[in-house]
């Protein structure tokens, strides 16, 4: 399978129905027949602010007091940009922008940043975006010979992956973005003390790893792992579950909190006699972030 294929199906968060990968002389003819869940992004990025509002769109849309939301966006920003920090490149690859919620948000801090989605509305609204940073592109998911131009040195996922059911679809991505020149990766996923899938009207919808399993998808596609950091705070941080057990109860101003409240369950998390390892557990599906190198 060619690059344009795994690209294409990756680049969209809530994308993989159960198929068969198709291979490069296919793709053409896919592309042309989008599939269920590319129209279901479509249809998720068209929709009116009022309706949907904000960063909804892109995290969880039945999220209606806003917290939750908010919290998952500073947790992500926060993470992903202290890691790439350390990646040494100038040249950022987001997989599945969206809305360029992240590659927005990093731009200051790299030379370039390119966002590729599947979604042709998420693309024409960044590129059209009155906050969009002149280091900024933005590119469909299907543009391959483009993105290899900007060469991008550092690929950023956040929140994709779990989205491709079988691993070795996981280990071909990256293969993939060897191919792009990429040499160093940021990954942000969910995960779980045992592999759980997770489905929507009896169809397949996310693939919940351990982080054993993910490191078995990144060695097999020839990557060195830096570094392996287990994060908590959301569902495991305290203020986060209280948060969520009064949900129904809290005010509509609720929101602005959030930064706070991630800084607060953070700082415990990371406290003297606590260890991130024991973050995972078979009750809560939480999060990890792995950095490393395509060697």
Not at 217 to 226: N, S, Y
């Amino acid at each position: 399978m060619g690059p344009g294929g795994i690209v294409c199906q990756v680049a969209h968060r809530a994308h993989a129905c159960k198929q068969s990968w198709p291979d490069e002389t296919m793709m053409a003819s896919q592309e042309e027949k989008p599939s269920a869940m590319k129209r279901f992004w479509e249809e998720r990025s068209t929709e009116k602010q009022q309706t949907l509002p904000g960063i909804s769109r892109v995290l969880d849309p039945g999220d209606k007091v806003g917290f939750k939301n908010r919290y998952l966006d500073v947790f992500s920003k926060y993470y992903v940009l202290k890691h790439l920090k350390r990646s040494n490149g100038s040249v950022v690859l987001e997989i599945g922008c969206g809305t360029g919620r992240l590659t927005e948000y990093i731009a200051d801090h790299f030379a370039k940043v390119i966002g590729c989605d599947l979604s042709d509305n998420f693309i024409a609204e960044c590129n059209a975006s009155a906050v969009k940073k002149p280091n900024t592109v933005y590119l469909r998911a299907a543009d391959h010979d483009a993105i290899r131009l900007h060469k991008p040195e550092v690929a950023l996922i956040c929140w994709v992956v779990q989205h491709l059911e079988q691993d070795e679809d996981v280990s071909a991505l990256f293969r993939t973005l060897r191919e792009y020149g990429v040499k160093r990766f940021v990954l942000l996923e969910h995960n779980r003390i045992v592999d759980h899938i997770e489905e929507v009207k009896g169809a397949f919808y996310t693939k919940v790893r351990s982080i054993s399993t993910y490191q078995n998808c990144l060695l097999r596609a020839g990557c060195t792992i830096d570094e392996v950091c287990p994060l908590g705070e959301v569902n495991a941080g305290s203020l986060y579950r209280l948060s969520m057990s009064i949900y129904g109860r809290l005010p509509k101003r609720a929101h602005v909190l959030a930064p706070l409240a991630f800084h607060i369950d953070r700082l415990l998390i990371d406290g003297p006699r606590r260890d991130r390892n024991t973050l995972i557990s078979s009750k809560y599906t939480t999060d990890m972030l792995i950095s490393g190198r395509l060697d």
